[in-house]
């Protein structure tokens, strides 16, 4: 079975920074794409950042272009979401997600992981 557990969460100060972990067991990296979503009370889920395995291409969310950056250790099975300079409209749960790539599909990211696998979620509060 395939199992995304995320971590690191927390409450912060605006400014301040955080980095996620997402543990993935049971999955197979080779074409397949990662991410990380948010959603906030009363609002719809977004994506926030993807990447690609295997290739150099990430996908950022205009809101988080220079502040957040994703990354993945293989070795660790482990994917990161580095969060600095947060907002307070940054406050969300945030959920990594890994889904099988379609290049077909390359610009339209987001899509691939209707039908992924997902975690369970970590809560990220800024003040």
């Known amino acids: 079975d395939v199992q995304l557990v995320e971590s690191g969460g927390g409450s912060v100060q605006s400014g301040g920074s955080l980095r996620l972990s997402c543990s993935v067991s049971g999955w197979t990296y080779f074409g397949s794409c990662m991410a990380w979503f948010r959603q906030a009370p009363g609002k719809e889920r977004e994506g926030v950042a993807s990447?690609?395995?295997?290739?150099?291409?990430?996908y950022y969310a205009d809101s988080v272009k220079g502040r957040f950056t994703i990354s993945q250790d293989n070795a660790k099975n482990t994917l990161y979401l580095q969060l600095t300079s947060l907002r307070p409209e940054d406050t969300a749960m945030y959920y990594c997600?890994?889904?099988?790539?379609?290049?077909?599909?390359?610009?339209?990211?987001?899509?691939?992981?209707?039908?992924?696998?997902w975690g369970h979620g970590t809560q990220v509060t800024v003040s």
């Open positions: 990447k690609v395995d295997g290739k150099s291409w990430t």
């Open positions: 997600a890994a889904a099988d790539f379609n290049p077909d599909s390359w610009n339209r990211i987001w899509g691939h992981f209707d039908s992924g696998y």
